[in-house]
């Protein structure tokens, strides 16, 4: 009887509900139009909605945003910007005078898009179909990992839903039975540029949304009391939700209601004085919905010493090999989760989940759910290392960058890197991968070539902030250095050298060791190179290629089995790009479309082997 | 009647038909076993199908792979590629010593997976989820360009349906009414490293191809008058069609049926040796399987003279807007095509739609389809020019990297670059795109400064071969050159300048505009600033960066609205990298996390603006 009860609103209340949803409409409509920019008909559509949601359904202390019980609230459909922060305004989390004389401004954190910068802005959105894989996220931390009964509330679009990211989404809200997820899609059957591809077809969203192990409910999204039903039930119901609402685009102001041409623009000041007028005016409601019960205290297990695994000097050990031994070692932090993209037997991912399967969430091979569903779990505190082959990375690379924007904490670690994979071919290589993640804002690229250096920026990506892409190879190569040596990211090691050194053979990853090899023939004919392993790609270590220009006149070899573009030889490049000493740089890198073969056929072909090492050094002295 | 004849196969030919399976799968243990590489596992599971599917339903006339009227196969599991070379053998398109002496061999072209170095593969495969929304794209061509009756043939693995683009490619053939694709789903059950999400919940498979708007056939994928059935229906379908074929990973080989842990796993020799012995040994059956129809004269209509559009100098037009302008004008050449990501009004497509409605395909909000099907065009021999905000191309970037390595000759434009987008925020500003166009193999990446330069790149993106990316501006700018102008690709133009530059200023796109401003400040200052437009990014006009670091004493300066990483800047230094004189670059690029404001706003608060181009430049001279 009190389920009824709930459902039941009485005039008053659906009195109020309209009102608010009024003033929702009111200040979308002044913020962008004092803007003279922004998307005030796609919040129309949906003020409706969260009137009701914010009203009765986010269980949220406005003033506590970091209050571990609150609810969360996404706008996957961030260009709704408008309607976000008028409801931040109706809650009192703004003001009136910050929502309508800043909105879209220089300085002003009310963006264009929302952004961290907000305390009540988990995630940055305005690339479509990102909201919601993020919700994923942040429900499967609620579920499994914090065990409490925040609720995760993400308001898509109906154009978005054609992103095949919504239905990675929603296929791992299913099949994880994230009951405390729900998804309001605003269906107000216009896109960009004219009708969505499914226009008001709900019941073919409804048999979709169903297919993929949600519960549907649609709705008209204009009837106040039909939506809080429908929320109430999602609320309650044994897994994840998606309201359908039938929706129409600029609601409420009938000269530009379900009109196409009105996406994306904000109403001239006559129409919206018409507009606001109309719908009776600015109003200052202030809304007190539903709060959080109080969080149980965290009583986290105190984390176990950590012990990183050792290995002996001269040993064959794949670098991949050593991630997972080092992904278990760090997994005595109990904030550490562990995602992969169904090959954690080849990115050896596999060996933190044998030990702790409880903190192991398994992606299926869906890369760009499995980086926002780390961006999530990031939002409730933990530290995701996401991995699969560095090649596959690219699948994600929007979530990568939008992870970068949303100043997101995260680890990503790439396997079978470059040419040094052989027989399986240049659709798994991994060679645009430095380019693309060192161009991400605020990242951190690491290419380690043997296993101690390995395990020792595993053992930093715990912590570090932003952005962390940790590159391996797949094959086995010797460990190089003694199990207490330190990497500190940004740093470099000098692996061959003196003061006589007439050339500097710089390498990465799997290139260091054919950069010794390399090193040590050109030793036998006289020659002495030096060898610089450039483990951290980004920072760079600035100092030791400048004692390299200095000590070596100039004379540089950079190695990379990558493209040559953006990867390892640009690092370098940008880095020494102001020096007033001039520089020679031999550059090796794959420069033609690579074929099978073994790795050493491969490093040949491309010319990042020992003797195309040997000849360049060569020929730069 | 004929149609029920059809479908029953005798029983003789059912026993042939198990000969083929027989071959195909004891030549996929062979070749595998033989590299002591590859899938054979997978390669098994779907032996049946492509037993029956060649046999008696794919029209190919394998002497001729150019011809226009065959049919069309996709191994979307391209990692079943010992299955598809097995196929090859039994056509007669390879020897059996090729397919076993040379199978993932350096220099072979039967390499670990498929790539069009072989004439029978239209794209590269093997990135999961990709065959399919190219298979897409070749059926529009089939359907709506070409009106030939050749048919689509792709075969899905079960895992990759984890893959969104998939569902973004279900969801367009449902919507563009592709009935002359037939998709083959092999549901082995088991992925990488263990089962699959949905296992062999074959009816969730089928609610879900439903839902996505495709017929669904559910088979055993072992029993040949089932799939023969299913073909045959498929093919005489009115929509697209999804064979949900219920298999066993390693049929045929009883030790390992069904097992975890043989994925990607070749026989051991003994081991293979008695599995060919228990399938009957090897073979050498040849398949004559249906010939295509002779397709009719191409008739295509001659080409209209290329009328470019002209522009006023000095007037301010926003390069998108002359994409769009171009994009109609060489509309022109009957294999232009044009798809977009729905925002058609913002990237200007939308002004060839007006003009060529039937060489349009909307691709609403999915860029991962948008790529994959401008690869399918293009392996029918149109010119797609596929375009949207130069961010959500990241989106896509798996697709391009792939497009890439299938060598696909297919245009891109990204607009919306960089923070001169002003208010639209982070989310909306392409500042990694040259970074990551830059590194696909055998690309080319232009960014023009004004309308006229835009133009004439498009005119040459018609013709150019491999992925070839555009970068537009949001803003309109002066029109800087005459119309008669030309702007050959690996050109740069030299907008000021003379034999006493003191320093030389060097942008492209909207930089262009800050570096002639700064240059005249500089030189009512007395210093001379030279001034170029690398208005083609990859390749890169060399000669012309010697000639200012010469004339300079080596002083440049970069400006790009680009993440610092891998864009232009990079460009520069990896172009200049073995040059003996020394060269003092200052790097002007966007080097914090941008917010809104005005374009002004935000150029200036990147330090990309014209008052930090000039001091840039006072302190190097």
Known sequence: ????????????????????????????????????????????????????????????????????????????????????????????????????????????????????????????????????????????????LDQLPYHVWVLCGDSETAEGSVWEALDKAGHYGLRNLTVLVDVNRLGQRGPT????????????????????????????????????RARQ???????????????????????VDWHGKPLKPDLAERAIDALGGVRQIRITGPQPEPAPPTGAPAAQPLQLPRYDRGAKVATRNAYGDALRAVGVRPNVVVLDGEVSDSTRA??????????????FISEQQMVAAAVGL??????????????????????????????????????????????????????????????????TVLYPSDAVSCAALVAQMVDRKGVNYLRTTRGAHPVLYDND????????????????????????????????AAADELASAGINARVIDLYSVKPLDRERLLAAVRDTG???????????????GSAVLESLADLAEPIRLTHLAVRGLPTSGTPTELMDQAGIGVSAIVAAARASV
């Open 485 to 516: 040596e330190p990497f500190p990211v940004g740093g470099s090691k000098l692996l061959r050298g003196g003061d006589d050194d007439r050339v500097a053979l710089i390498g990465a990853g799997v290139t260091v060791h054919n950069c010794l």
């Open 1 to 144: 009887m009190t389920m009824e009860a709930e459902r039941t609103l009485g005039e008053e209340q659906l009195t109020q509900l309209a009102e608010v949803a009024a003033q929702l409409r009111v200040d979308s409509i002044r913020c962008s139009t004092k803007a003279a920019s922004g998307h005030p008909t796609s919040s129309l559509s949906a003020a409706d909605l969260l009137a009701v949601l914010i009203s009765r359904h986010v269980r949220y202390d406005w003033a506590e945003p970091s209050n571990r019980a609150n609810d969360h609230l996404i706008f996957s459909k961030g260009h709704a910007s408008p309607l976000l922060y008028a409801v931040f305004k109706a809650v009192g989390a703004i003001s009136d005078q910050e929502l309508v004389d800043t909105y879209r401004r220089f300085g002003s954190r009310l963006q264009g898009h929302p952004t961290p910068a907000l305390p009540w802005v988990d995630v940055a959105t305005g690339s479509l179909g990102q909201g919601l894989p993020v919700g994923v996220g942040i429900a499967l931390a609620g579920r499994y």
């Open 350 to 363: 596999d060996r933190f989940t044998d030990a702790y399967p409880d903190r192991y969430f398994e992606m």
């Open 378 to 443: 990031q939002v409730r505190g933990y530290r995701p290392f996401a991995s699969t082959f560095a090649a596959f990375f690219s699948r994600a690379y929007d979530f990568v960058r939008m992870a970068g924007v949303s100043r997101a904490d995260i680890a990503l670690s790439g396997s079978h890197a470059g040419v040094e994979i052989g027989a399986d071919g240049p659709s798994q290589m991994g060679l645009e991968d430095l380019a693309a993640m060192r161009a991400v804002q605020g990242s």
């Open 197 to 232: 591809e499914l226009e008001w077809d709900l019941d073919t969203y409804r048999r979709r949304v169903e297919a993929f192990g949600c519960q549907a409910i649609v709705v008209d999204g204009h009837d106040l009391a039909a939506i809080d039903d429908a929320l109430g």
């Open 237 to 259: 119901a044994t897994g994840p939700t998606v309201v359908i609402a039938r929706t129409v685009k600029g609601k409420g102001v009938p000269e530009i209601e379900n009109k």
């Open 554 to 568: 100039g004379r540089l070899v950079v190695v990379e089995d990558h493209y040559p573009e953006g990867g390892l």
